[in-house]
């Protein structure tokens, strides 16, 4: 009995571990986008905003109204970096992205 307990719950962990979305490494993120010719400081901002979005997806651990939350938020901060940037840094970010 205390084996399958054991199983059931490694295989649990596992399970809710594996659905967690993780934020990817932040300073390798930044050198790609460095590396596709976006300056350093719009860089950063885009950065640092994927990795705010990504470590709060991972706590609202699939609240949909947290999500739907972050996904506004996100968003906004889209649309003002957008506002910020250079034509020519917003043409590279979107091949970037395509």
């Known amino acids: 009995m205390f084996k399958q307990l054991l199983f059931f719950s490694a295989v649990f962990f596992v ?17 790609d986008l460095q ?19 990504n470590e709060a997806t991972a706590k609202a651990n699939g ?3 947290k999500l739907k939350k972050i996904q506004e938020k996100y968003k ?4 003002r970096i957008e506002k910020i940037m250079p034509k020519e ?3 590279k ?3 970037f992205l395509a």
């Open 15 to 31: 399970i809710c571990y594996a659905n967690r979305p993780y934020p990817e490494d932040p300073k390798q993120a930044l050198a």
């Open 35 to 53: 590396a596709a010719g976006i300056d350093k400081k719009y860089a950063e901002k885009l950065v640092a905003i994927e990795h705010k979005v």
């Open 63 to 65: 609240n949909a109204e």
């Open 76 to 79: 906004k901060s889209h649309a």
């Open 89 to 91: 840094q917003l043409e």
């Open 93 to 95: 970010w979107k091949k």
